[in-house]
């Protein structure tokens, strides 16, 4: 798969339709995801979840509190794909903003077979940007 076609997959997965969309929208998850992907921890390695039924939970959880999702910036190179983030989800005082960066590395068949999630509660001073940022 080209670079930009696996920087095109991730786009299509951090969309507001995925994260807080219809029930139907969870089907990108198998589209872009390899049924045996492994979620691993960004320091060490360590597989923290495998297979895309903890991400389509998460996603599940998310839906219920509503929120936002923007794709600030991704850099690619061969079958890796870094993308920062930002993610606000609840509604009121209940809401809460993180940022983040995820790594994504694609196989031969096109779909992820590894994924890193590092992310952080944005701080308070942090200046926001939405959209689309550097493709």
Partial sequence: MEIEENKAA??????????????ESLAVVDE????????????????????TGEIKAELRRYREVGGEIAI???I????SVATRYRLEVGEGEQRRAFVGVT?????????IHEYRVVV????????????????
Avoid: C
């Fill in 10 to 23: 991730i786009r299509r997965f951090l969309s507001q339709e995925v994260f807080f969309g219809e029930e």
């Fill in 32 to 51: 872009v995801f390899a049924p045996e992907v492994v979620w691993l921890a960004p320091g060490n390695g360590e597989v923290i979840y495998s297979g």
């Fill in 72 to 74: 600030l910036e991704q």
């Fill in 76 to 79: 690619a190179e061969g079958e």
């Fill in 103 to 111: 790594l994504s590395r694609f196989a031969d068949d096109g779909k």
């Fill in 120 to 135: 952080m509660d944005e701080p308070d001073d942090l200046i926001r940007i939405r959209g689309n940022g550097h493709n």
